[in-house]
């Protein structure tokens, strides 16, 4: 055998496997204590993996995390979070806990340990295949009123959004992303230095209210049903932090998308029905801004590998060396 | 702690897999992968050390055989060979157009293919394009006689049919009636495909899944013919059909199909036979597009595949059935 040959013959490492849906939805049935006729079916990978479940004519989504993705607290922390949410009637796909009581179910797989959480069904579509103005006030005044709510929100441990370590972790890797630009790469080394000061600096301001955020609120992560009941989907990256950053995730998907300004304008102005901004967070709306979109090239640098270009809906490496430009010039950065 | 569950399917990492491309194959160095999309197989961009790009895909583990991928690879470079525009895959320094690998879940096998400029010709479907993709693909079923294949790769729709039957029933147990609805679609067109012998339907190697997200087309109007994955030997209608299916799937306008069959006729004309049959391959390729769905959608889920739902496609099939006479 040659040197070539033995190489081929080791296991490539993987960045992602999916759980095979039958064993799997046998475990989810045991744990959840679900009735037959019973079938879990694989519906969609992303940051994590989500499973439609069927039971006794009821629907779910069960989502399983990547293994050590997040810690078990984390897991813990979102599911309370909805929990509360729910209980203020804010809509969001209310988790169903285990027989045992447990907010998740732990499962193992060759490529380690990883969570499983059960969720009502939300129905309809995305707001992003139809993204009305009407929609979009009416989820600005949701945010407003899951903020408010959020409030009151007491975890049992503290998740906190930490937007300084996504950019010190994704610094190296996005430079290797875009080593063959090598004006691109000194400019988001200056962007993220930068950024790292600014955000330390709004640190010790207090007409910044924070608490309890959603964390990725975007133009995909709402589910609108027929009727007109609007969903808002997946707190997997939610914790503490500042509320008008919140806004900025769902102000930045509509540039991204290049969608209709006034969606943003009317989602603020039902958002502003709520909770008023103060004038500190209008002033950080630029900053906030930038943040997010760079959050969002981080994030893309650190999981690229995991989830691929297609899943992220990336705009091209041309795009984004133009929109942090233009951004920077808003928040005058630099 | 539960018992431990299978992984049905792997993404290989990318700092790996980049060794195994310098390992395997003559590119300079240093060698950069980055992974694209995850779809029915995975592909990533390639970058060598002279920045020349180029497309890898690494085919599921199970879902293709070395003999499936030797006869993709050795096909698109024959089409490449009779001028017709293909990304075709580089040969390894081994010589084969395509590398074994494991993965946690099993053997796979990759291959790196020249990169396609342009988007998608679903972006901007227009009319023109429709008619030059149709004549492109009536040049490629003229020559696909002199292909001479190292393997035989032969689809047989009635068999993948009968064989992916308990998928679908798994899929619409929750709906009184569908199963045997479904089971009784797929004994039609079964029966009929066996009744095919004797009428003038030419077939030969083909495409296999062609719709308008598999051309990529630039600003200049170049062509690259995409992702053979589905190719093997098959009537030329189930071809045209694919296409023809696919747009009314993702609501492509009916004269871009017209456009598409009128290009194709320019080049190699219809048999009375074919034409005859054309609702029937029609609802053989939507049939057959939701078995394969029922059969690979733990590996991939819904979203790759657009799937709309049981609803859409239990009232689509019962109209084209019936369209067909069947």
Known sequence: MSAATA????????????????????????????????????????????????????QYAARVWRPMSRPASDVDYEIEFLLHLHDGGIPI???????????????????????????????????????????????????????????????????????????????????????????????????????????????????????TVQGDFHIHNA????????????????????????????????????LDPRLWDVFLEGYESERPLTPGEKEQIP???????????????????????????FPGFDWFAKSIRRHVADARLF | MKKNIPIIHSVLD???????????????????????????????????????IYALRVWRSGFRTEADVNYETAFLSFLDSEGLPVATAIPSKAGPLYVPVRAIEGPRFFSIFR??????????PDIDMARKLGALFGQMHTVVPRFRAPVERRIATADVLRREL???????????????????????????????????????????????????VTPAGKITLLDFDNCGDDYFMAELASFAWADEYVKIAPAVTDAFYAGYESVRPLTKDEKALKAFFYVAKEVRFLFGFAANVNAVGHTPL????????????????????L
Request: aromatic share 10%; proline share 6%.
């Open chain 1, 93 to 211: 796909p209310t988790p169903r806990r285990g027989l045992d009581g447990g907010n998740f179910m732990p499962v193992e797989a060759q490529d380690g340990n990883r969570a499983t959480a059960l969720f009502r069904w939300a129905p309809g579509k995305p707001f992003s295949a139809n993204p009305t103005i009407e929609v979009s006030r009416k989820m600005g005044e949701i945010f407003g009123r899951l903020h408010l709510r959020s409030q009151s929100y007491k975890p049992k441990q503290e998740r906190v959004i930490d937007r300084t370590r996504n950019i010190r972790k994704g610094a190296p890797l996005l430079a290797e992303l875009v080593k063959h630009r090598p004006e691109d790469a000194e400019l988001y080394r200056r962007v993220g230095e930068e950024l790292l000061v600014r955000y330390d600096a709004v640190r010790s301001r207090t007409d910044l209210p924070m608490g």
């Open chain 1, 223 to 258: 589910f609108v049903a027929d009727d007109g009941d609007i969903t808002i989907m997946d707190f997997d990256a939610c914790g503490r932090d500042y509320f008008v950053q919140e806004l900025m995730s769902y102000k930045w998907s509509i540039e991204k998308n290049n």
């Open chain 1, 7 to 58: 190489r081929n013959d080791d296991v490539v490492p993987a960045s992602h496997a999916i759980l095979h849906a039958v064993p799997l939805g046998e475990q989810i049935q045991e744990y959840f204590g679900l009735d037959n006729p019973f079938n879990c079916e694989l519906l969609h990978r992303g940051m994590n993996d989500f499973y439609m479940v069927r039971s006794a004519g009821k």
């Open chain 1, 287 to 313: 900053l906030f801004l930038l943040g997010k979109e760079f959050q969002y090239l981080n994030g893309f640098a650190i999981s690229v590998n995991a989830i691929g270009h297609a899943q992220f809906f």
């Open chain 2, 115 to 124: 990169w396609a400029e342009g988007a998608p010709y679903a972006k901007t």
């Open chain 2, 14 to 52: 990318a700092a790996p897999l980049a060794e195994r491309v310098e390992q395997n194959y003559d590119l300079p160095g240093p060698v950069h992968v980055e992974l694209l999309t995850r779809g029915m197989n995975d592909v990533y961009e390639v970058r060598d050390g002279n920045d020349r």
């Open chain 2, 166 to 216: 308990p998928n679908v029933n798994r899929m619409v147990q929750h709906r009184p009636g569908d199963a045997d609805f479904y089971a009784g679609v797929a004994e039609k067109i079964a029966a009929r495909f066996d009744s095919l012998k004797g009428m003038d339907l030419p077939r030969g190697p083909t495409h296999g899944d062609f719709h308008a997200f598999n051309a990529f």
């Open chain 2, 306 to 325: 657009m799937f709309p739902d049981l609803d859409w496609f239990a009232t689509s099939i019962r109209r084209h059935m019936k369209e067909a006479g």
